[in-house]
């Protein structure tokens, strides 16, 4: 029982490009959570998915795109990546109340 | 927007001593959760509190809610120096709400 996983742990992009974040659970949550978190800031949501094939903006979405095709996998990406996109993004997912959250990407963008 | 607020920012405490954190938070909420982050890490859950209740405990552990003044308290008896982390506490934006938001949280420090 591997909980939720990221892959890459670490990534480091130039602007302009783009990738794929992509987030896995197997504990058969329905609700799955993309956050950045930044020096001195708590965690911001990204985007979030209540169960496959939704998904829904939270508080940062812009620049960002995300899908839920498979009930285990939320995918983050990024179309055109820009240096303000340099941060830690944690995955996390839930049946309800408590999220379960993965062990983090960091994203360099230069 | 931020739904909890945690003071202080930093706390610097000795093993075996006691730390308190507290959180104030911006609107009606039906529970409180307080999450742990380990430095390069994922947050962790550590505790829930209902609205309803006015104190919980879990090990070592112990949260209070006044939902009067909008505020909670965590506080961790007999420190150690694995309890370095940041804590972070957490409500949703209101009612039915999936959207789970956190304050910048208290970076704790246990000096063996």
């Known amino acids: 029982n591997a909980g939720v996983t990221q892959t890459p742990k670490f990534r480091v992009l130039k602007t302009g490009q783009s990738m794929t974040l992509l987030c896995a659970q197997d504990?058969?949550?329905?609700?799955m959570y993309w956050y950045r978190q930044d020096p001195g800031m708590g965690l911001r949501l990204i985007h979030y998915?209540?169960?496959?094939?939704?998904?829904a903006k939270g508080e940062v979405p812009d620049g960002y795109n995300v899908s839920r095709l498979k009930k285990q996998n939320f995918l983050l990406g990024l179309e055109s990546a820009a240096p303000s996109q340099t941060s830690v993004y944690f995955c996390a997912s839930s049946s309800g109340i408590t999220q379960y959250f993965g062990p983090g990407t960091r994203l360099l963008v230069l | 927007s931020q739904q909890g607020e945690e003071d202080p920012q930093a706390l610097s405490i000795q093993e075996g001593e006691n730390a308190t954190m507290n959180c104030s938070y911006k609107?009606?909420?039906?529970?409180l959760q307080w999450y742990r982050q380990n430095s390069g890490r994922g947050l962790v859950h550590l505790i829930l509190?209902?609205?309803?209740?006015r104190e919980k405990h879990s090990g070592r552990l112990r949260v209070t809610l006044d939902t009067s003044k909008k505020s909670s308290s965590l506080l961790i008896t007999a420190s150690r120096a694995a309890d370095t982390a940041s804590y972070f506490c957490a409500a949703y934006s209101g009612a039915g709400s999936y959207q789970l938001t956190f304050g910048k949280g208290t970076k704790l420090s246990v000096i063996p």
């Open positions: 609107t009606s909420i039906n529970n």
């Open positions: 509190i209902r609205s309803n209740e």
């Open positions: 504990m058969n949550h329905e609700y």
């Open positions: 998915s209540v169960g496959e094939g939704t998904t």
